[in-house]
């Protein structure tokens, strides 16, 4: 037996398709009886438009770690990260599971790590993807998302979102135990 699906294929990645994915999610999301939401955000735009569009499921909000752009740097601006928390959303701030410490030995010993790998072996499939991925087991990590239940992942290219996936968590232990699902959406570049 196979299910068929539709997946959206942008013509080009970044901010301009955040409208859409959002809403080619929440359909996906209410046809699986998904409850858990987890989005990537820098300054919070894309968060405070994920919150409104999923206001009756859990949303996860990650940010880029503090001191990514600079030290003691925080990206989330305070004007969104209060909308965001206003709505109900969780926010998680933390390592960023494929960069960590690794991104250290990166930057002083000019090497590359797993880590690096792995990011680079979804980003075949576009940044977004690298992203949800990323942002799944950081959110698993966190306690905020299931692992047993199927979840969407939702980040983009740069800014904004282009690209939705359903998928079942993992812990960055146990990484090779995340499944992906679905792809909902994604920039066919």
Do not use: W
């Amino acid at each position: 037996m196979a299910t068929e699906t539709e997946i959206a294929y942008f013509d080009s990645a970044g901010a301009g398709n955040t409208e859409e994915t959002l809403k080619l999610a929440k359909v996906r999301a209410e046809e699986l009886g998904i409850k858990t939401i987890v989005v990537a955000t820098t300054v919070g735009d894309t968060a405070v438009k994920a919150a409104e569009a999923f206001k009756d499921r859990k949303v996860v909000v990650v940010t880029h770690a503090t001191g990514f752009k600079g030290p003691n740097t925080q990206e989330l601006t305070p004007e969104n990260r209060q909308a965001i928390e206003r709505l109900g959303a969780q926010i998680f701030t933390g390592v960023h599971a494929f960069g960590g410490i690794g991104m250290a030995v990166r930057k002083s010993f000019g090497t590359h790590t797993l880590g690096d790998f792995m990011a680079n072996t979804l980003r075949m499939f576009g940044q977004g993807m690298k992203v949800v991925v990323e942002i799944s087991i950081m959110a698993a990590d966190a306690g905020l998302a299931p692992t047993d239940e199927e979840v969407i992942a939702i980040a983009g290219t740069g800014r904004g979102a282009d690209t939705a996936i359903v998928l079942n968590p993992a812990h960055a232990h146990d990484v090779f135990s995340l499944r992906v699902k679905e792809i909902i959406c994604k920039p066919r570049l």
